[in-house]
Nanobody, 115 residues
Framework: QVQLVESGGGLVQPGGSLRLSCAASGFIFSWYAMSWYRQAPGKQRELVATVTPGGRTNYADSVKGRFTISRDNAKNTAYLQMNSLRPEDTAVYYC?????????WGQGTQVTVSS
């Protein structure tokens, strides 16, 4: 079955960096777009970034120029490099794949930006 497992979250000071990873299994990874979402306390889950099978990327305006999404099809893994982190980036970050029109989610990884 489809599985998505995130890792790499943690506590970081404002201005710092983190790299999230999403290890995927149970589907042909290279065929599908991969996305990162986040959900802050009391807020709706929001789309952060997407990378298509061909490597095209899209970002939320709030993270453009600071975050970079990428994928390694040989490792069945998607990444989110987060630089210049701000307190407002604090959230649980989720990996997402829509396989055969069915959305799948990882368990989430907590990112906390605080001094």
């Amino acid at each position: 079955q489809v599985q998505l497992v995130e890792s790499g979250g943690g506590l970081v000071q404002p201005g710092g960096s983190l790299r999230l990873s999403c290890a995927a299994s149970g589907f042909i990874f290279s065929w599908y777009a991969m996305s990162w979402y986040r959900q802050a306390p009391g807020k709706q889950r929001e789309l952060v970034a997407t990378v298509t099978p061909g490597g095209r990327t899209n970002y939320a305006d709030s993270v453009k120029g600071r975050f970079t999404i990428s994928r390694d099809n040989a490792k069945n893994t998607a990444y989110l490099q987060m630089n210049s982190l701000r307190p407002e980036d604090t959230a649980v970050y989720y990996c997402n794949a829509q396989v055969n029109s069915i959305p799948y989610w990882g368990q989430g990884t907590q990112v906390t930006v605080s001094s």
